[in-house]
């Protein structure tokens, strides 16, 4: 059974930093692709960041790039989620996401295999 459990969700100030984290299970992590999303309440699911299973073709959204920062560490099973300079619009869930077949830049167009159950970011002003 496969299992994305994410971590490190909180409550920030704006300007500050949160790292997230998704431990993976159940699937041969060192040959999936990976990624983050967000939600909001009434707006869909959006694409934050992915990663390559070998871990150097590396995507972001644009409203996230030269902030947050995705890493993986295969050993670990693990993908992670650096967000700095965070502002009140970064506030919602956070969803882990994989990709087990097909490329890294699948999960851009939102084909996902696996998902999370999210972890919550609120960023207060």
């Known amino acids: 059974q496969v299992q994305l459990v994410e971590s490190g969700g909180g409550l920030v100030q704006a300007g500050g930093s949160l790292r997230l984290s998704c431990a993976a299970s159940?699937?041969?992590?060192?040959?999936?692709?990976m990624g983050w999303f967000r939600q909001t309440p009434g707006k869909e699911r959006e694409f934050v960041a992915a990663?390559?299973?070998?871990?150097?073709?590396?995507y972001y959204a644009d409203s996230v790039k030269g902030r947050f920062t995705i890493s993986r560490d295969n050993a670990k099973n693990t993908v992670y989620l650096q967000m700095n300079g965070l502002r009140p619009e970064d506030t919602g869930a956070y969803y882990c996401?994989?990709?087990?077949?097909?490329?890294?830049?699948?999960?851009?167009?939102?084909?996902?295999?696996?998902w999370g159950e999210g972890t919550q970011v609120t960023v207060s002003s």
């Open positions: 996401a994989g990709r087990g077949s097909g490329t890294v830049r699948s999960i851009l167009d939102g084909i996902i295999d696996y």
């Open positions: 159940g699937l041969p992590f060192r040959e999936t692709n």
């Open positions: 990663i390559a299973w070998y871990g150097t073709t590396i």
